[in-house]
């Protein structure tokens, strides 16, 4: 049986991958101890061949995964004919171990058979604390990587079946939630071991040579993505197309920096060339080359078919130009903790401007940047605690056909990250939470109009450290398109139980008493004219509280009635400049 020209064996070995780390995702869901892993998925499971190249990355976020492997590659090198069954690795050092960033721990696990290497299973997750200068990761003041946490080069964590304690006591010593690291590390390594066992359960039930596996269904894997990415590639016409993404903030104070790039479609392959992009900068949103990687290929990938496969092969015919010293390629020792998000972001935008210049029907609106605080302190009980003020999250922009996701969460996550359970946190954290709504009037204006950010209330019962990182506060950044609007930029308020009032940096490092944190996230983009969409939308979103009634008829010329559930329709015909309304229902009324 010839697997590499077998389409129907081809079909099934992707599916089951990607089911296999799903299953994976399930097990780290339901083990781990950390809610930034049981509530809100802050990490992603993949799997790569022999060879280090990655096959599926179903499971979790594309910023995680998308460079995956250039950690299990960085295993091959350091350990080479070291690696036998039932061992276990580490890592995280974003210049030495193909890491992302510090916080992003990766755990990978490779599967034998038959006593051949046949591929490597892989947990990438963001820790709830590694030290540094902040708990919760995110250290606003660094200013070198030495700042910013423990670093990690690979590492076996298990050799041969048998954990190496010394160094599982030093990653506990290096963590000010010890007990949370110490039960995410073996919900990490459970998740791997799972998918382990299954990959090697696939290989068995081939029912072929360990070597037509290996060689050929992983292979035709890969070469299939590939056949599939130069079909969306053939759409595009040849050509140059370069954007610039404006960097305002080096986290210490204002700048003008950028992120530039030129995309340049080949007869059968791309180019994407970040020369021209400004140096790296004091702060910690300098890119990793791994990181850098997984943005470009997230912003490809999720331009085009949601069913283009999201394995290395899909990436063959792509060369990545990053200049070293670079805000996309960053020499040590600079902070690089931020970089997921930004300029992870802004990469993912310039790549979908300049495909959207190529190809402008499938343009979209500009996502917007999070409001974000990381808040810790101590429970009542004495124990430390870290909570991540994720509720408070970005919107989508808009494309043609479609509105923009509410609170989507980040752009680099492309809604990965889920929002967490309020009644969990009050129970696991000394908080109370006022409201978490849907944000009136963030949304974009346009005929598809952008994502609703939120308007989020919490009140800290307990004196607390404050590490901010909210690049969307101020001016708008989910930016419209196609005649479509700017959603409303972000704020951000700390309300103190003496009385006074602050308005937090984007980037600081704080400690306030007992507090009620408010914020605004800010909304997407919008997509074409707002007076030429449809009434009757207009209506809809003024009822579910996305526009209000003033909103409805200033951007998108619609009178609403007074008792809030119909269309003036002739107030509206004025404002259109006498158009008659054309409506899909018998009366300018929605149904209750």
């Not at 969306?232 to 993404?245: D, Q």
């Not at 180019?271 to 791994?290: L, M």
Request: hydrophobic share 40%; glycine share 12%; net charge negative.
């Amino acid at each position: 049986m010839n697997f590499p020209l077998d389409p129907v064996a081809l079909a099934m070995v992707q599916n089951r991958l990607d089911h296999i780390t799903h299953q994976m995702g399930w097990v780290m869901m339901r083990t781990a101890r950390s809610p930034i892993f049981s509530q809100s998925h802050d990490f992603s499971c993949f799997i790569t061949d022999a060879n280090g190249y990655l096959v599926s990355q179903a499971d979790g976020i594309p910023m995680h995964t998308g460079g995956g492997g250039f950690a299990v590659r960085a295993i091959l090198r350091d350990f080479k004919d070291e690696i036998a069954p039932e061992d276990v690795f580490v890592l995280s050092d974003p210049y030495t171990a193909g890491g992302n960033h510090l916080p992003d721990w990766v755990i990978a696990q490779p599967v034998f058979v038959r006593g051949k290497l046949l591929a490597f299973t892989c947990n990438r997750a963001h820790q709830v604390d590694i030290g540094g200068g902040a708990a919760g990761t995110y250290n606003p003041l660094a200013t070198e990587i030495f700042h910013e946490g423990i670093r990690l080069p690979v590492l076996k964590l298990i050799e041969a079946g048998r954990a190496r304690e010394d160094l599982w006591r030093l990653l506990l010593l290096n963590t000010r939630l010890p007990e949370a690291v110490d039960g995410d590390l073996r919900a990490m390594i459970g998740s791997t071991r799972i998918g382990a066992e299954r990959v090697a359960l696939l290989a068995q039930e081939a029912g072929a040579g360990l070597a037509d596996l290996a060689d050929g269904f992983f292979e035709s894997v890969l070469a299939y993505a590939d056949r599939r990415f130069q079909s969306c590639l053939s759409r595009l016409p040849k050509g140059s197309w370069r954007v610039e993404i404006p960097i305002d903030h080096d986290c210490f104070q204002p700048i003008e920096a950028r992120i530039a790039m030129m995309l340049t479609v080949g007869q059968s392959d791309l180019i994407v060339d970040f020369d021209g992009t400004s140096p790296q900068i004091r702060g910690f949103k300098n890119s990793s080359i791994a990181n850098s990687t997984s943005a470009v290929y997230m912003g490809l990938a999720s331009f085009f078919e949601p069913d283009l496969p999201k394995n290395e092969g899909t990436f063959r015919r792509v060369e990545i130009r990053l200049p070293e010293g670079t805000l996309v390629n960053a020499r040590p020792p600079a902070p690089m903790t931020m970089n997921t998000n930004f300029p992870g972001h802004e990469i993912v935008q310039a790549i979908w401007n300049a495909l959207g210049q190529a190809l402008p029907e499938r343009a979209t609106a500009g996502w917007s940047k999070g409001v974000r605080s990381i808040t810790a302190g101590v429970r009542p009980s004495g124990a430390r605690y870290v909570m991540y003020q994720w509720p408070a999250a970005p919107a989508g922009g808009a494309i043609e056909g479609r509105d923009g996701f509410h609170l989507i969460g980040g752009t680099v996550t492309l809604g990965g990250i889920t929002l967490p359970n309020l009644e969990t946190y009050e129970h696991l954290y000394p908080v109370r939470f006022r409201r978490q709504e849907l944000r009136c009037d963030s949304a974009g204006p346009g005929r598809f109009r952008g994502g609703a950010g939120c308007d989020y209330e919490v009140e800290i019962l307990t004196p607390a450290d404050y590490a901010f990182c909210s690049e969307g506060v101020g001016a708008p950044s989910g930016f419209g398109i196609a005649g479509g609007k700017a959603g409303a930029g972000g704020e951000m308020v700390i309300s103190l139980a003496e009385g006074r009032i602050i308005h937090p940096p984007k980037y600081g490092l704080e400690q306030y008493g007992p507090a009620t944190y408010h914020a605004l996230s800010p909304g997407g983009g919008g997509f074409g004219d707002p007076k030429a969409r449809h009434p009757l939308s207009v209506l809809r979103d003024a009822r579910d509280g996305i526009v209000s009634v003033g909103s409805a008829e200033q951007e998108y010329a619609v009178a609403i009635s007074q008792d809030g559930r119909s269309i003036d329709v002739e107030r509206t015909q004025e404002l259109r400049g006498g158009q008659p309304l054309v409506l899909n229902e018998r009366s300018a009324a929605l149904p209750e």
